[in-house]
């Protein structure tokens, strides 16, 4: 069964950082481009970041220059580093690993809150 864990989320004052981790199923993720999706009390589910195996990240303009996303290979973990957090980061974040074809495989993980106090 594929599985896909968070952890690191919590509660933080502005400018202040946070850790997410994201462990994933062996048999996923040396194939998977992984993710990190927010969503914001009443707001649509959106892309963080992501990072296939090898190249480069891919990030949404408003993680650019605070949010950096890694993957450890070895460990089947993908990492997001939140720093200078802001209010409006706060919300649900989602680790997800897909295929690079839009037929292949998408899974999700359960969800870790993050809360920004100001």
């Known amino acids: 069964q594929v599985q896909l864990r968070e952890s690191g989320g919590g509660s933080v004052q502005v400018g202040g950082s946070l850790r997410l981790s994201c462990a994933a199923s062996?048999?996923?993720?040396?194939?998977?481009?992984m993710g990190w999706h927010r969503q914001a009390p009443g707001k649509q589910r959106e892309l963080v970041a992501e990072?296939?195996?090898?190249?480069?990240?891919n990030y949404a303009d408003s993680a650019k220059g605070r949010f950096t996303i890694s993957r450890d290979n070895a460990k089947n973990t993908v990492y997001l580093q939140l720093n200078s957090l802001e209010p409006e980061d706060t919300g649900v974040y989602f680790c997800?690993?897909?295929?690079?074809?839009?037929?292949?495989?998408?899974?999700w993980g359960q969800g870790t809150q993050v809360t920004v106090n100001s």
């Open positions: 062996q048999s996923i993720f040396s194939r998977a481009i």
């Open positions: 997800r690993a897909r295929e690079l074809s839009p037929f292949g495989f998408r899974f």
């Open positions: 990072i296939p195996q090898f190249g480069s990240a």
